[in-house]
């Protein structure tokens, strides 16, 4: 069955540090692939997705490239901030009609002023 | 913008009793979505409607039931709780299928706690 497999957490970083979380995932076809963020409290917030290979996707300094021939969907910032604090999921979709998301374990994230 | 709205926010049951879980998707999304979300665990999938018809079906116990109605919100009810039963509930939503519209975007989740 489709997977997701995280690296093993939790991380913790400095403000401004770089950052990279590894996705990497187990499926049948071409999913789509998505990062998802959790803060505090919250509900999951989409982050970025990607469709199809090659794609990146984007926002709020996140970026994420759909890798195919590494089944990968790491996910990076150049400089993170406190605010950035936070449980990060990696999930995949069947590209199919109304297709559940399979979630990789989450990692949590704490950067230091 | 709008947002799935998820009533009620937290609930707190006795073992055996049972509960009623309500999500009210963005207008214009016709699939719902529920997962549940156990202490530091990845959300599960357990049950999808479309057009208040079972689409999905996952690691839903027997003892929980679901289902959608003619405005498109849905309910999950739980009887029979289960201490094992206590975590976050969320209710997701999309568009119709297809490309850019099998984005799920989710509540902010019912927290219920079995005592």
């Known amino acids: 069955g489709d997977s997701v497999t995280q690296m093993e957490g939790p991380v913790t970083l400095s403000e401004e540090a770089f950052l990279t979380i590894n996705c990497t995932y187990t499926a049948t076809g071409y999913p789509s692939l998505f990062w998802y963020v959790q803060y505090p409290g919250e509900g999951l917030q989409l982050l970025l997705k990607a469709t199809k290979a090659d794609d990146k996707g984007s926002n709020k300094g996140f970026e994420a490239t759909y890798r195919k021939e590494t089944t990968s969907f790491h996910l990076e910032k150049g400089s993170v901030q406190v605010s950035d604090s936070a449980v990060y999921f990696c999930?995949?979709?069947?590209?199919?009609?109304?297709?559940?998301?399979?979630f990789g374990k989450g990692i949590t994230l704490s950067v230091r002023p | 913008a709008a947002g799935v709205i998820q009533s009620p926010r937290h609930l707190i049951k006795e073992k055996r009793e049972t509960a009623t879980l309500k999500c009210y998707p963005i207008p214009r999304h016709d699939t719902v979505y529920w997962y549940q979300q156990g202490p530091g665990q990845d959300p599960q999938f357990l049950i999808s409607?479309?057009?208040?018809?079972?689409?999905d079906k996952g690691s839903i116990p027997d003892r929980f039931s679901a289902q959608q109605f003619s405005d498109y919100h849905s309910e999950l009810n739980m009887s029979s709780l289960e201490l094992g039963d206590s975590a976050l509930y969320f209710c997701a939503s999309s568009l119709p299928s297809g490309g850019a519209s099998d984005t799920q975007y989710f509540g902010p989740g019912t927290r219920l706690t079995v005592l």
């Open positions: 999930a995949l979709s069947r590209r199919r009609a109304n297709s559940k998301l399979t």
């Open positions: 409607f479309y057009e208040k018809m079972q689409s």
